[in-house]
């Protein structure tokens, strides 16, 4: 938890994922204001979170302990420098956007160096979320640990090099979106099946998991692990999502890299 006054520059999803996050671990800090030009996003906000203050000012979400830059990567360089004034000399700027290093970020706000990045991942929302963080060298490790509380409330929180970040946006950040329409097909498809919700659930979540464990720890290869199951029915398939991986994921990794 942050024992301070936060700010959140924008409204939308990553800022509702994190408050719905913060607020299942019990970790809401105890001041909170969120700025946003949409009057509806904050009023769905406020009604999740009745105890936050809400303004389309983001001055005034700008002028608190720990701000969190929120908005859209196509929207930083036009909102920062706007802010640069409202910030404290002691305040700490998360970014949760890939792109922007902490110099571009340093120099959007006039200099002001007490900024840290942080890639979030939507499984926050449950205490599940991978977070990796790098800090500037201006914020001290009391501070550093601050944050990797604040986001380890919310799951698993490294700090990690810089340059590496975009790469775990790809992987970690945009990752469930690969896979969560399939997981809900296969739901679906259980329950026709047969199964229960529960019961279908359950095997998803189990399934998910030990084939990651077994492709991750097994010591096998990739072939190898393949080659523990004889009945693939999406083999005819396999080679063009593959082929769809690496085309639109690599594309999307040169387009966030600084």
Request: glycine share 8%.
């Amino acid at each position: 938890m942050i024992h301070r006054t936060v700010g959140f520059i924008g409204g939308g999803r990553i800022t509702r994922v994190i408050l719905d996050g913060l607020k299942r671990a019990a970790a809401l800090p105890a001041a909170i204001v969120v700025s946003d030009p949409a009057s509806a996003v904050l009023a769905k906000l406020k009604e999740r979170h009745s105890g936050i203050g809400v303004t389309g000012d983001n001055a005034l979400a700008a002028a608190q302990d720990v701000v969190f830059i929120a908005v859209h990567p196509p929207l930083v360089a036009e909102v920062l420098p706007k802010i640069a004034g409202s910030l404290r000399p002691d305040a700490i700027v998360v970014s949760l956007a890939p792109k922007f290093t902490i110099t571009k970020l340093s120099g959007l706000l006039g200099g002001f160096q007490r900024i840290a990045r942080v890639i979030p991942n939507a499984p926050s929302v449950i205490g599940a979320g991978f977070n990796p963080v790098c800090f500037a060298p201006a914020l001290g490790p009391a501070e550093r640990q601050a944050l990797t509380r604040c986001f380890g409330a919310m799951g698993e929180c490294p700090e990690v090099a810089e340059e590496k970040l975009e790469a775990y946006a790809v992987l970690a950040a945009m990752g469930p979106t690969y896979f969560w329409f399939q997981f809900a097909e296969l739901l679906s498809l259980g329950r026709s099946f047969g199964l229960s919700e529960g019961e279908a659930a359950a095997a998803l979540e189990k399934m998910v998991t030990g084939a990651v464990q077994t492709l991750t720890l097994s010591g096998l290869s990739p072939a190898q692990v393949r080659d523990l199951v004889p009945v693939m029915p999406l083999a005819d398939v396999e080679a063009s999502w593959t082929e769809t991986y690496r085309t639109k994921l690599t594309a999307i990794h040169q387009k966030i890299k600084p």
